[in-house]
């Protein structure tokens, strides 16, 4: 399914979040983030759970990892973008719903 989330053509989510430039990627630049990762990650799929980002926001580039939602340093953007998704999913499914398919509530 695709991502639930309006986002404009060749936008990272966190970049456009924060106001940070650039405000465009080329579709090479962006990479597919499903919020709810590991045993989750089918379902972030199947509910369309999941943002483009540029490749600083998800793994790092090289001026590192720390903005990156997969940085083994902890940051707050992998518990912000999945209370922000749970959020978004309960506008049409209940919190029970939320916790039998993603474990867990997260808000
Ligand atoms: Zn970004
Ligand atoms: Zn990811």
Not at 68 to 89: E, I, T
Not at 95 to 107: A, D, P, T, V, W
Request: charge should be positive.
């Amino acid at each position: 399914m695709k991502s639930i989330f309006r986002q404009a053509e060749g936008e990272c989510y966190l970049c456009a979040l924060l106001e940070q430039m650039p405000r465009y990627y080329p579709p090479s630049m962006l990479e597919e983030h499903h919020i709810f990762g590991g045993p989750y990650r089918k379902a972030s799929e199947k509910f369309g759970l999941k943002l483009n980002l540029c490749k600083h926001h998800h793994t790092g580039d090289i001026k590192g990892n720390k903005d990156a939602v997969h940085s083994p340093d902890k940051n707050d953007y992998g518990d912000f973008l999945m209370r922000m998704a749970q959020s978004k999913f309960e506008e049409t499914h209940s919190r029970e719903e939320f916790r039998q398919i993603f474990g867990k509530s997260r808000l």
